[in-house]
């Protein structure tokens, strides 16, 4: 079992950033890959971005490429998502996961509760 607590979402204006913290615990070492999903109402979840555990290796979805950044934590078993040039169609609830393939969240069994962000306009 993997538990995965997220935090750090808010209310931003237009061009704000925003650091989302995702506090993993239990067998971690189980699953290759710490990832960010959103879902916005009416439609589906959708991949935002990917890290391993250990090595190298980050994916990030073509519409947060550039402006979003991932990383980790491992001493604090903790993934972050930096947001920055936040723009309203970011909002969503935001998801921290845990799993076997990165860049999809089919990839991913094991769920954090969500957290809200909100982008005004």
């Known amino acids: 079992q993997v538990q995965l607590v997220e935090s750090g979402g808010g209310l931003v204006q237009a061009g704000g950033s925003l650091r989302l913290s995702c506090a993993a615990s239990?067998?971690?070492?189980?699953?290759?890959?710490m990832g960010w999903s959103r879902q916005a109402p009416g439609k589906e979840r959708e991949f935002v971005a990917a890290?391993?555990?250990?090595?190298?290796?980050?994916y990030y979805a073509d519409s947060v490429k550039g402006r979003f950044t991932i990383s980790r934590d491992n001493a604090k078993n903790t993934v972050y998502l930096q947001m920055n040039t936040l723009k309203p169609e970011d909002t969503a609830v935001y998801y921290c996961a845990a799993g076997v393939v990165p860049n999809t969240p089919d990839g991913y069994d094991y769920w954090g509760q969500g957290t809200q962000v909100t982008v005004s306009s």
């Open positions: 890290i391993r555990w250990s090595g190298q290796g980050t």
């Open positions: 239990g067998r971690t070492w189980s699953r290759n890959f």
